[in-house]
């Protein structure tokens, strides 16, 4: 049998790998992607190319000989993204199980391993086959040599032979280097010679030959231009010649005889598969688990109908339904169609025949009929505007995925079906292409692409739920998210009232103030100039003003908000461009952003709730930010006077839970001092400041109750010495000695701490009260700051999460109070931790009772949980 040598690019194929697929992650929150496209190219390679000897070989790190020759080499690159340096130490494991070879050598590139062992092999008589995404290594193709280079992410691949490379590129392979020294490579940062394409260095070494050939024949060299750069740049170019030439003869220690390949052990390789969850590539592993079933039959072509006139007995009761819609905010969205599939049939109703129907409406507004969907909210908001009050909402595939892992990056059904193993769907894009170019797609693409989502939903059902009963999380989902979504649904789409006339009333005020500031901040100056640009302010400020130069960048002096604070005691001018600033965006992003999306015929803006995306569990809010209204600048707090109640008589009422995080913190580290002041109803940050400084309670100045405040909310953050000083203004000395006051004050909490940083490193996530996980991949890392602010992050998540779950369950219970106790009153918004209704006057007075009630008893804690409330003709006056 005749001997072939495999070498594989680890670096290049692990970039490629990196971008080509999305930014996936396994149930650990470890990232995969690159992982995961590596693997399937090496299955592809194993089977394909059948090696009798197997080597990848990987870059030492950044410094190579070649830096010796040119200190700038490769200097252009930017850093590798840690979603992508974590992984190379997965994919080196990932070697290792399958018993491949793997190999790096100080001052030298992957590159010129490969060179160094292809030449060993051809001296022995080998095939070689060399796999990467780099061209450099295309100088190495010969009739014993074969290149093949990824085109596109890591599955088109071309073969190059010495043939193909000349009908394809113009040039023979030992010209390689040649086209490089004259064209060079912004890649890598060879220089090259400017104004040499590829067409000319084709054209020169077709003419000459070789590099050196051309300049011994420059006579011969048409065009005065053409010789001019040849002349000027002839250092460059042999430069680049030598920086571009892969080194055949590197001190390489391992032996072809070490290389040598026969085979995986399959148990190793399905064990690492299943721990990164690698599910779809475990049957291409032999001994591999066999498809289930249900995904045999969900990979198959699938035959679905048009349903154009809609019968009952297409229903079973336990239905898969997925409404497609184009356009993201699903309020104003056009619904192009409506997937269902169930244990008899699969079947698309184009959006006239649904909605024309008393069938459908009536299958969706009844509560015993279960519907399996992807987006409870979504579908809520949709089918109310055209009238359907969709009601058996059982199963919503966004949420329980997101549950599972909230460290994905996407929860779309494609993406969440790769995950689980059913791979028969294309993404959107795919079909609707992005951007500019998004369209609606024919009818026959389109009927397919959303009975095939339909059909996701209901073959993954059953997993994915068990799932969440492996995690112990089905109380999660089926009494908080899956509810809740019901409830945003109604409050997107009844939507906030907003007073047009005060916003653009507003708008000329803050123009007024800003055409002021303006003129101040001239006279300052010296000179009129662009105070947004901030190449024209940094001159202003660092070399007519001469003020210190906190940082510089690239394009000059740094103008960046943390930088102006530090200047702002040092020049007269610097309050007023901070003011202006702030002003500036209050004007662009609040009135006139509020304004582009208020409703013409209601005068209502309808927020998007994003309940999918935070990993602590809070809710956001876009489209637009409701929740992020800037109020410590008066300003800012003005902008609430523009959101009215709907009906006269009416009045903004609201609902803020008062320290909600702390008192989370005091049941979860069951520090008994701290329990016993939230049982007192002692002010928190008064006995706080009374521990920390050791004083009397009438000894407690304002000053101390502040920086107590800052302690008590910073030890919820996980915060440090650094992190206090900064905020307090104070030396790391003082903010250390705070820090350990307060955990001397309240031991509980400090036992926590170290308690759930262990807990951490040991499971790999934490978890709210509510069983809420999120899972912290570089809790154990090497690097300082990474670990750090995981750990960080493990003591704060649990207390930030339950916090939002708390909130959240109030939500599900005051809505199902509201309706059972017939008020008129209705769920406005959700800010952080405090809820705002609308409501009649004359409820007000038994709203706050039924309010109160809901919110303090929503959930039982070792402390009591307190309210504050008020109401108003505005929000702005709900304070």
Same mark, same amino acid.
């Given at each position: 049998m005749s001997q072939k040598l495999v070498l594989i690019d680890g670096n290049s194929i692990l970039y490629r790998a990196f971008f080509a697929l999305?930014?996936?992650?396994?149930?650990? *929150?470890?990232?995969?992607? +690159?992982?995961?496209?590596?693997?399937? $190219?090496? %299955?592809?390679?194993?089977?394909? #190319?059948?090696?009798?000897?197997?080597?990848? +070989?990987?870059?030492?790190?950044?410094?190579? &000989?070649?830096h010796k020759t040119y200190t700038e080499y490769k200097g252009g690159r930017q850093k590798t993204p840690s979603e992508l340096s974590e992984q190379f130490p997965l994919v080196k494991e990932l070697l290792e199980s399958f018993e491949i070879s793997h190999y790096e050598i100080d001052q030298f590139e992957a590159d010129d391993i490969i060179g160094t062992l292809s030449k060993s092999a051809k001296q022995d008589d080998m095939e070689v086959k060399v796999i990467s995404g780099d061209r450099d290594l295309l100088q190495l193709v010969d009739k014993d040599v074969n290149v093949s280079l990824t085109k596109k992410g890591v599955t088109n691949i071309e073969n190059y032979t010495p043939d193909f490379l000349e009908e394809k590129m113009g040039i023979r392979p030992d010209q390689v280097v040649d086209m490089k020294a004259l064209m060079g490579d912004s890649s890598d940062n060879i220089p090259g010679i400017p104004g040499v394409g590829e067409k000319t260095a084709v054209k020169l070494l077709n003419q000459f030959g070789t590099l050196e050939s051309i300049y011994e024949n420059m006579d011969e060299v048409s065009g005065k231009k053409l010789k001019e750069k040849l002349e000027n740049h002839k250092d460059d170019a042999f430069m680049s010649k030598e920086l571009a030439t892969i080194n055949r003869d590197s001190p390489v220690t391992v032996k072809l005889t070490d290389v040598t390949y026969d085979g995986y052990p399959s148990q190793k390789v399905l064990g690492l598969f299943k721990e990164l969850g690698f599910h779809s590539l475990l049957t291409r592993i032999d001994g591999g688990e066999a498809e289930t079933e249900e995904q045999a039959d969900a990979l198959e072509d699938i035959d679905f109908t048009v349903i #154009?006139?809609?019968?009952?007995? $297409?229903?079973?009761?336990?239905?898969?339904?997925?409404? #497609? $819609?184009?356009?993201?905010?699903?309020?104003?969205?056009?619904?192009?169609?409506?997937?269902?599939?169930?244990?008899? *049939?699969?079947? &698309? /109703?184009?959006?006239?025949?649904?909605?024309? @129907?008393?069938?459908?409406?009536?299958?969706?507004?009844?509560?015993?009929?279960?519907?399996?969907?992807?987006?409870?909210?979504?579908?809520?908001?949709?089918?109310?505007?055209?009238? /359907?009050? /969709?009601? *058996? %909402?059982?199963?919503?595939?966004?949420?329980?995925?997101?549950?599972?892992?909230?460290?994905?990056?996407?929860?779309?059904?494609? @993406?969440? @079906?790769?995950?689980?193993?059913?791979?028969?769907? @294309?993404?959107? #894009?795919e079909v609707f292409g992005k951007g500019a170019k998004q369209k609606v797609p024919e009818s026959e693409v389109l009927s397919e692409h959303v009975v095939r989502k339909a059909n996701a939903i209901f073959h993954l059902k059953d997993q994915i739920v068990e799932k969440l009963k492996e995690n112990d999380q089905q109380r999660l989902y089926t009494e908080l998210e899956l509810p809740l979504a019901t409830v945003l649904g109604e409050m997107e789409y009844y939507g906030v009232k907003v007073d047009t006339n005060r916003l653009n009333e507003m708008g000329e005020e803050l123009k007024e103030r800003l055409d002021t500031l303006e003129q101040e901040i001239y006279e300052l100056a010296g000179e009129r100039f662009n105070i947004n640009s901030p190449k024209q302010l940094g001159v202003i400020l660092f070399e007519k003003l001469e003020l210190p130069v906190i940082k510089k960048t690239k394009t000059g002096y740094s103008t960046a908000a943390d930088v102006l604070e530090q200047l702002k005691d040092k020049h007269e001018i610097m309050p007023k461009i901070l003011l202006y600033r702030q002003l500036g965006k209050l004007q662009s992003t609040y009135i006139e952003g509020l304004l582009k999306v208020v409703d013409e015929d209601e005068q209502k803006i309808h927020t998007r709730f994003n309940q999918a995306l935070t990993q602590t569990g809070r809710l956001s809010s876009t489209e637009p930010n409701l929740q992020n209204i800037p109020i410590r600048l008066e300003e800012g707090r003005k902008i609430r006077q523009a959101f009215v109640p709907s009906n006269e008589n009416w009045v903004i009422f609201a609902g803020d839970y008062s320290q909600i995080e702390l008192r989370v913190l005091a049941h979860i580290a069951g520090d008994e001092k701290l329990i016993d002041a939230f049982r007192n109803n002692q002010d928190i940050h008064t006995k706080t400041a009374m521990d920390v400084f050791n004083v009397s309670e009438d000894d407690v100045t304002s000053n101390m109750r502040r920086q107590a405040k800052a302690v008590n909310f910073g030890i919820v953050y996980g915060i440090s010495d650094y992190g206090l000083s900064q905020s307090l203004g104070i030396t790391r000395k003082e903010a250390k000695a705070?820090?350990? +006051?307060? &955990?001397?004050?309240?031991? *509980?909490?400090?036992k926590y701490m170290d308690e759930i940083v262990k807990e951490a490193k040991q499971n790999g996530y934490v978890q709210t009260l509510m069983n809420r996980r999120r899972y912290l991949p570089e809790i154990n890392s090497r690097n300082f700051n990474r670990r750090s602010f995981a750990e960080r992050t493990a003591m704060n998540t649990p207390i930030q999460g339950s916090a939002a779950d708390i909130i959240k369950k109030a939500m599900i219970d005051l809505a199902a109070r509201l309706e059972e106790e017939k008020f008129e009153a209705k769920l406005l918004l959700q800010v952080h931790d405090e809820l705002i209704l609308e409501a009649p006057e004359n409820e007000v007075e038994q709203l706050q009772q039924t309010v109160l009630d809901v919110m303090v008893n929503t959930v039982q804690l070792d402390v009591p949980l307190k309210v504050d409330f008020a109401h108003g003709t505005t929000w702005f006056d709900a304070k």
């Open positions: 999305p930014l996936l992650n396994n149930e650990k *929150g470890v990232y995969t992607n +690159a992982v995961y496209g590596f693997t399937t $190219m090496l %299955l592809r390679i194993l089977e394909e #190319e059948k090696p009798t000897h197997l080597l990848v +070989a990987f870059d030492a790190g950044k410094t190579t &000989f070649r #154009e006139d809609v019968k009952s007995d $297409m229903f079973t009761g336990e239905d898969a339904l997925f409404v #497609e $819609m184009l356009e993201e905010h699903y309020y104003y969205g056009t619904i192009l169609g409506f997937g269902v599939v169930n244990n008899q *049939g699969h079947y &698309f /109703i184009p959006t006239v025949a649904a909605l024309e @129907s008393d069938v459908f409406k009536n299958w969706a507004e009844n509560k015993d009929k279960k519907k399996f969907v992807f987006d409870a909210k979504r579908v809520t908001v949709a089918l109310k505007r055209k009238g /359907i009050d /969709i009601k *058996g %909402l059982s199963f919503d595939m966004l949420l329980a995925s997101y549950i599972i892992n909230p460290a994905e990056n996407h929860h779309d059904v494609p @993406s969440i @079906s790769q995950r689980m193993n059913y791979h028969n769907l @294309s993404y959107d #894009e705070f820090i350990e +006051a307060y &955990f001397e004050s309240f031991p *509980g909490v400090k």
